[in-house]
């Protein structure tokens, strides 16, 4: 995306009432995957989770001191910054809460990823560690 994109995007919300839209979500509602989309809201469900969002982004064409940096806390503020990166595309980072770690484990969010993201239509990698024939980490990889 380009910064105009990420503004327009990823901001609006954000300026209209993201922290009172999540405030008055009881905390089972927030969890109940019927919830997410329904509204428009969908990339925002993040800070069901996460205590911090940062999206990272280039948009196909520009040059890669053109990239975007939008980070948020959820709560009705974000920020947005020229950054350095070098592939196009969008790498969407979520620090998460310390009661949801169950998110860091490579195949319930692998089940996630693949539950509601497989109907859209561009990819989402992820990236994962590599083993070797001892299982030991020997490296990462984008699947």
């Given at each position: 995306?380009?910064?105009?994109?990420?503004?327009?995007?990823?901001?609006?919300?954000?300026?209209?009432?993201?922290?009172?839209?999540?405030?008055?979500?009881?905390?089972?509602?927030?969890k109940n995957s019927q919830l997410i989309?329904?509204?428009?809201?969908?990339?925002?469900?993040?800070?069901?989770?996460?205590?911090?969002?940062?999206?990272?982004?280039?948009?196909?064409?520009?040059?890669a001191h053109k990239a975007v940096l939008?980070?948020?806390?959820?709560?009705?503020?974000?920020?947005?910054?020229?950054?350095?990166?070098?592939?196009?595309?969008?790498?969407?980072?979520?620090?998460?809460?310390?009661?949801?770690?169950?998110?860091?484990?490579?195949?319930?969010?692998?089940?996630?990823?693949?539950?509601?993201?497989?109907?859209?239509?561009?990819?989402?990698?992820?990236?994962?560690?590599?083993?070797?024939?001892?299982?030991?980490?020997?490296?990462?990889?984008?699947?």
């Amino acid at each position: 995306m380009t910064r105009e994109q990420v503004i327009d995007h990823l901001g609006t919300i954000a300026k209209s009432g993201t922290k009172e839209f999540l405030t008055a979500l009881g905390q089972d509602q927030a969890k109940n995957s019927q919830l997410i989309g329904q509204f428009g809201v969908g990339f925002y469900s993040a800070f069901i989770v996460a205590d911090k969002v940062t999206v990272k982004t280039r948009a196909a064409g520009e040059e890669a001191h053109k990239a975007v940096l939008w980070e948020s806390a959820g709560e009705g503020e974000y920020s947005v910054a020229d950054i350095e990166k070098k592939s196009r595309g969008t790498d969407v980072i979520l620090q998460l809460r310390e009661d949801e770690k169950e998110f860091l484990n490579e195949w319930r969010l692998r089940e996630i990823i693949g539950k509601y993201s497989d109907h859209i239509g561009l990819p989402v990698e992820m990236l994962t560690k590599e083993y070797d024939d001892e299982g030991k980490e020997c490296g990462e990889k984008w699947e």
